[in-house]
């Protein structure tokens, strides 16, 4: 290695040092890094209730905005017909329900759609997703 490049990686290891070092004990970049963290954790969590709407693929029969499509009921105003563990309990195992007045009335309405079961999802976004629904 000759001396000019020697001298070049010395200024390169130098300024990657300072920079490091300047970074550390910068207190504005770190309360920065700090709030762009917290800012970022907060849209994932609120995304990922909406996410896991659509993971589900709920919008198919139910709409976007949960306001029900021709292919299934509008889920809005839940709250004044489910509790969240019956939503939960339904989600998991739709075919527990069939004889359930809400259903038998919902399946007269739609006779040709039908509700996968979700048993296999996480109960926390099970959980998550109840909420969701009770909320509108």
Not at 6 to 34: H, I, R
Not at 61 to 72: I, L, V
Not at 108 to 124: E, Q
Request: net charge negative; aromatic share 10%; charged share 25%.
């Amino acid at each position: 290695m000759s001396n000019a490049q020697k001298w070049v990686a010395v200024v390169l290891v130098s300024f990657l040092v300072l920079l490091f070092v300047g970074f550390l004990t910068n207190p504005e970049e770190e309360n920065y890094l700090n709030n762009f963290s917290e800012n970022q954790s907060q849209q994932i969590e609120e995304k990922s209730t909406q996410q896991i709407y659509l993971d589900a693929d709920c919008v198919t029969c139910h709409g976007a905005n949960q306001e029900g499509t021709e292919n299934g009921p509008s889920l809005k105003n839940l709250s004044t017909k489910w509790t969240k563990q019956e939503i939960i309990s339904y989600l998991r195992n739709p075919d527990d329900f069939k004889n359930d007045d809400r259903i038998l009335a919902l399946n007269s309405k739609y006779p040709d759609s039908f509700m996968p079961n979700y048993n296999n999802m996480d109960i926390k976004d099970l959980g998550k997703l109840a909420d969701l629904l009770l909320q509108k």
